[in-house]
């Protein structure tokens, strides 16, 4: 007969689990550069030595705040010290979002039993450890999109939760343009407070002030965007897939039918699987499409406004990923809890014994953590040994 675990050791074992895995996310600090990272990388070297946002001789339109932070390493110190800094400074970025997700769970009144442990299942996740010790946004935009759900979340907002909200949708917005749905659910949670609160106060003529405020630096960036597209003389441009190839080409291979040209594989619905599956570029409507069903049901069972909301921002953030012909596993990974919540939701309406579920979320997590062990030694048999 299997012994039940206490929900002390339960949680010991998670955390234990979480601080395996995040030490084993160290390991990214000190790998090649991959993708992305190289154009980061040559635009902070622009901005630092000719006090230009540039690439490859012209102007770029390219998400400023990655570049950005970057270059404010490198303004001190060399090259590779600032890479490893930034990437530093994105562990601790991610480790911030962990903690919004935690009190998320807690605002969601996810059970005290399983609070840890689905966390857990967060940080254990292979795009998680490999994310967020990569100079890419990923780790900005899962921290910012909870620290604005935690605060959407509670019942009764003041002026500085609002800031907040304003300040993160801001910060989401500048780090990758298809942030900028978020812009929706903001609104209607602002009408919502309004209309509870009444319109006509001082805290109102505050709360237009902090939109004000926050919109600017997004309003100069559409300025200098602007600008530079009507020129035609930008490096690298996101706008171009839509200028080359329609909003039709775009939508079908976001959704993941074709293959988009700027990418190397399929992307969009059959590269959902690889966010729960860790195989290297794993692309399967077979797997894709029960696990993306599953991972959003449960929201539907328990209709409330805190789901609802949930629900929401998952579908818009996703459907701006189709509209704009992209979808990468790591792409999917600022949504992994909303997903994990709504699975936890799901077991709950198929009343799944609470001991079994316990015991396959640990199970899950341990398989998980086991598999980046065995990375780690790749890893450093493949950088490291002398």
Do not use: Q, W
């Given at each position: 007969m299997i012994k039940r675990l206490t929900e002390n050791k339960l949680i010991y074992i998670s955390i234990f689990l979480m601080l395996v895995s995040l030490l084993?996310?160290?390991?990214?600090?000190?790998?090649?550069?991959?993708?992305?990272?190289?154009?980061?990388?040559?635009?902070?070297?622009?901005?630092?030595?000719?006090?230009?946002?540039?690439?490859n001789g012209s102007a770029s339109t390219v998400i400023p705040i990655v570049p950005s932070i970057i270059a404010c390493f490198h303004f001190f110190t060399s090259l590779e010290t600032s890479i490893i800094l930034s990437r530093a400074l994105q562990f601790m970025i991610?480790?911030?979002?962990?903690?919004?997700v935690y009190k998320s769970f807690k605002i969601l009144k996810v059970t005290d039993k399983f609070v840890l442990p689905l966390l857990c299942l967060v940080a254990v996740n292979s795009n998680f450890i490999v994310g967020i010790t990569k100079v890419y946004p990923d780790s900005i935009l899962f921290c910012f999109l909870w620290i604005l759900l935690?605060?959407?979340?509670?019942?009764?907002?003041?002026?500085?939760s609002w800031f907040i909200i304003f300040m993160s949708c801001a910060a989401l917005v500048l780090t990758r343009y298809s942030y900028a749905v978020i812009g929706l659910p903001v609104l209607i949670e602002l009408i919502r407070h309004l209309k509870r609160h009444g319109l006509w106060r001082p805290q109102t003529v505050i709360m237009i002030l902090m939109i004000v405020v926050t919109s600017l630096p997004i309003l100069l960036w559409v300025y200098y965007v602007s600008s530079i597209e009507s020129e035609q003389v930008n490096g690298i441009s996101y706008f171009n897939r839509f200028k080359n190839h329609g909003l039709w080409y775009n939508v079908q291979a976001g959704l993941g039918f074709i293959q988009h040209h700027e990418v190397g594989k399929i992307n969009g619905i059959p590269a959902f699987a690889s966010l729960f599956i860790p195989i290297t570029g794993l692309r399967t409507w077979f797997l894709s499409v029960p696990l993306l069903i599953v991972s959003l049901?449960?929201?539907?069972?328990?209709?409330?406004?805190?789901?609802?909301?949930?629900?929401?921002?998952?579908?818009?953030?996703?459907?701006?990923?189709v509209f704009a012909g992209t979808g990468f596993s790591r792409y999917w990974l600022p949504l992994l809890p909303v997903f994990i919540y709504s699975i936890y939701l799901l077991f709950r309406k198929l009343n799944v014994s609470t001991v079994w579920l316990t015991y396959g979320v640990i199970l899950l997590s341990m398989i998980y953590v086991l598999n980046e062990l065995r990375l780690n030694i790749m890893v450093y048999h493949k950088y490291f040994e002398l």
């Open positions: 084993s996310s160290l390991r990214g600090l000190f790998t090649p550069l991959h993708g992305d990272e190289f154009t980061y990388v040559s635009l902070a070297e622009s901005m630092v030595k000719n006090g230009e946002f540039v690439l991610a480790l911030i979002g962990l903690f919004y935690f605060h959407l979340l509670k019942k009764e907002k003041g002026l500085t049901t449960g929201l539907f069972f328990y209709i409330n406004t805190k789901n609802n909301l949930l629900l929401l921002v998952a579908m818009l953030i996703m459907l701006s990923f």
